[in-house]
């Protein structure tokens, strides 16, 4: 028979599965596994060990979702509690953060799909345009690109000799729709950003007045702990007011500075189109 010794890598297995599993999961093992009583002492007074094949141990993936699940209900409870004690200005607040966050993701979709800041095929461009290889410059730009296709706009319509003034208000035009499109629901992320420290101050208020309140009814008979736990509870909607504006600011930051760029490049390669145009169309 085997012992402990022996077998010392398969029981530290066993203790590290037994430390991750529920009282349940553990009764289950329990039930499966044999009671070890004095007679089962061998002459060395070393313990005899269960060969791990006569164990049922639960699958590791499945031990992994139950503590994930377990985590995530723990997790779900807390949040719970805090918009029981918040009330409504952190629901509110809550509501702030839902559509804070999905203007977020749809403004990452919105620049994976325009992909306006990828020039790398306008910069080649340019370097033929500048070459005096016009045609094979035109011909490298996509048109349904958003800046190579103002590009491909501004060295057609130079090309074919359109009208200087008609061609920059068309130029114009389509690089403003392009500007537009990128501060699309820009101002309800800055307006959420904005709002949400003022929401939660206000809360917090509210919260104070109330605790205060409790306090003038109780007259002589003041119970400090009623008081500070008044006071925590207000305070907590400042908590969640400024941890909603935080995010929703460094992002809406963050969007705009692109959004800058991409205005400035696109004057920097249309002016350098207009630059290096062919010399009949100068005079």
């Excluded at 503590?67 to 807390?78: D, F, V, Y």
């Excluded at 607040?93 to 620049?111: D, H, P």
């Excluded at 009623?226 to 925590?232: E, F, H, K, Q, Y």
């Amino acid at each position: 028979m085997k012992t402990i010794d022996e077998k010392t890598l398969n029981a530290e297995k066993i203790d590290f599965v037994s430390t991750n599993l529920s009282t349940s999961q553990m009764q289950v093992l329990d039930s499966k596994t044999t009671n070890i009583d004095a007679s089962s002492i061998n002459e060395t007074g070393q313990i005899p060990v269960i060969e791990s094949g006569n164990v049922d141990l639960p699958n590791p993936e499945v031990l992994e979702m139950n503590i994930l699940t377990s985590n995530m209900l723990e997790a779900s409870k807390e949040v719970n509690t805090i918009l029981d004690i918040g009330g409504p200005v952190v629901w509110i607040l809550g509501i702030f953060s839902i559509f804070a966050l999905a203007i977020v993701l749809l403004k990452l979709w919105q620049f994976a799909t325009l992909r306006p800041e990828k020039v790398k095929k306008v910069n080649k461009s340019l370097e033929l345009w500048r070459s005096k290889d016009y045609d094979n410059a035109i011909k490298l730009l996509n048109k349904k690109h958003s800046i190579a296709g103002i590009v491909h706009d501004a060295m057609d319509g130079i090309i074919n000799n359109i009208n200087p003034d008609l061609l920059q208000k068309k130029l114009e035009k389509k690089a403003n729709k392009l500007i537009n499109q990128l501060n699309s629901y820009l101002r309800p992320l800055e307006v959420i950003a904005n709002i949400s420290p003022l929401l939660g101050l206000m809360g917090t208020v509210l919260g104070m007045i109330l605790a205060f309140k409790q306090m003038e009814l109780a007259g002589s008979e003041v119970d400090p702990s009623v008081l500070s736990g008044g006071i925590w509870q207000a305070l907590l909607t400042t908590a969640v007011g400024l941890a909603v504006a935080i995010p929703a600011s460094m992002a809406h930051s963050w969007l705009e500075r692109k959004i800058e760029r991409i205005s400035y490049t696109i004057n920097e390669v249309v002016s350098e189109v207009f630059t290096y145009q062919p010399e009949q169309n100068t005079k």
